[in-house]
């Protein structure tokens, strides 16, 4: 159903609710400042390893799930040295709108050592995953870059 006005319960209004311009962190923000969410931003991050994993070597696979709002995922890249590079993951075949898309990537790393690994994801419309997510007062829209510390033995 259609309707004139905006919804007034309680998660469109007060909830829900996103600052017209970006504010300083930790300021409050007057309510006729904000509006309501209607679009989720691009985003991505990982679920394999485990953040803190000690990993042997070799090849190893990360992977993760993006996400591009009302958009489709376009790409899923991944960086082993701290977002100087990037190098493309591979995307799952399910690529349907508005849902869940599955990626993994199969990594080598050169050295033994203590790694943050990056990844990032762009929708098909060009928006990319940014490294530092917009701050407002209620924490919505969070869609920095995932992190994930590893450590590699062997």
């Known amino acids: 159903m259609v309707v004139e006005q905006p919804h007034s319960g309680f998660y469109m209004n007060p909830a829900y609710k996103y600052p017209r311009y970006t504010p300083k962190p930790g300021t409050a923000v007057k309510p006729e400042d904000l509006a309501a969410l209607e679009a989720m931003p691009v985003k991505s991050f990982f679920y394999a390893p485990e953040s803190g994993s000690v990993l042997a070597g070799g090849r190893i696979e990360l992977a993760g ?3 591009a709002g ?3 995922v376009a790409r899923v890249e991944i ?3 701290r977002g100087r590079s990037w190098r ?9 709108p508005s849902a869940w ?8 790393p050169s050295n033994k050592g203590f790694y943050v690994l ?8 060009g928006n990319v995953q940014p490294m530092e997510a917009a701050w407002n007062p209620s924490g919505y829209l969070w869609n920095s870059v995932d992190r994930l510390e590893v450590i590699v033995e062997g």
Do not use: K, N, P
Request: aromatic content about 14%; hydrophobic content about 40%.
């Open 118 to 125: 990056m990844c990032r994801a762009t929708d098909r419309a």
């Open 101 to 108: 898309r599955l990626w993994q990537y199969e990594w080598s």
């Open 65 to 67: 799930v993006a996400w």
């Open 79 to 81: 960086s082993a040295d």
């Open 88 to 96: 493309e993951a591979t995307l799952g075949r399910e690529d349907f």
């Open 70 to 72: 009302e958009q489709r």
